[in-house]
């Protein structure tokens, strides 16, 4: 009989383990809110969904190598981005965005940001991009735009897509600028 009991507190206590493992994988992400600024932490285990309002959005998908609690901020970016600055023929659309840290997806899933629009920005003879602003050396092109690690501004080019069902503007990213980023059009060829 005491064996018996043993062995059934043994299978319950298993069962308690496995089940909140499994209740753990079944957590939701996280969903934060704010208007025109979020600073939140992400974590591997749910990844986090932020929502700045006015259908501009940045999910980090669950299992980024971001640890259990890195500190992150999205925001509307209050440093205009000048056209040319980016990449001659540039042209930016919707708002421009500042994320705050370089994180990478390291061959995971991507990051996705995504901002609303009212129609299909594509036009024959360009390509929709998101613009992310990496720091890189200085030069005589890229002097007059020092940032605060005491790098020069610098343009990484990521394909976008129009999404035309939820009428947004989207990019898939293994990794981010940690600096501005901003849609738009470059010329083909």
């Known amino acids: 009989m005491a064996a018996r009991t043993v062995r059934f507190a043994w299978v319950a206590l298993i069962s ?12 939701a992400m996280p ?3 704010g208007k025109g600024s979020i600073t ?16 501009i959005t940045m999910t980090f998908p ?6 259990r609690s890195r500190l992150v901020t999205l925001k509307k970016a209050t440093k205009k981005i000048a056209p040319a ?3 001659k023929g540039f042209v930016p659309l919707a708002t421009p965005l500042d994320f705050s840290t370089p994180i990478s997806a390291g061959g ?4 996705e940001v995504a901002i ?16 992310m602003e990496i720091g890189t050396l200085c030069n005589d092109t890229n002097k007059s735009t020092k940032m605060k690690n005491g790098l020069c501004s610098g343009w990484e080019f990521v394909d976008a897509d129009y999404d035309g069902t939820g009428r947004r503007l989207v990019a898939k990213l293994t990794s981010t600028g940690g600096a501005r980023m901003t849609f738009g059009l470059l010329p083909e060829g």
């Open 62 to 67: 669950k299992g980024l190598p971001v640890g």
């Open 85 to 87: 600055q980016v990449q």
């Open 31 to 33: 969903t934060f809110t």
């Open 40 to 55: 939140q932490a992400i974590n591997t285990d749910t990844g986090a969904l932020f929502d700045l309002g006015t259908g």
């Open 116 to 131: 609303a629009v009212k129609n299909d920005p594509r036009k024959g003879g360009s390509k929709l991009v998101l613009a």
């Open 16 to 27: 308690a383990v496995c089940g909140s493992a499994a209740l753990a994988e079944d957590v």
């Open 108 to 111: 995971g899933n991507p990051m």
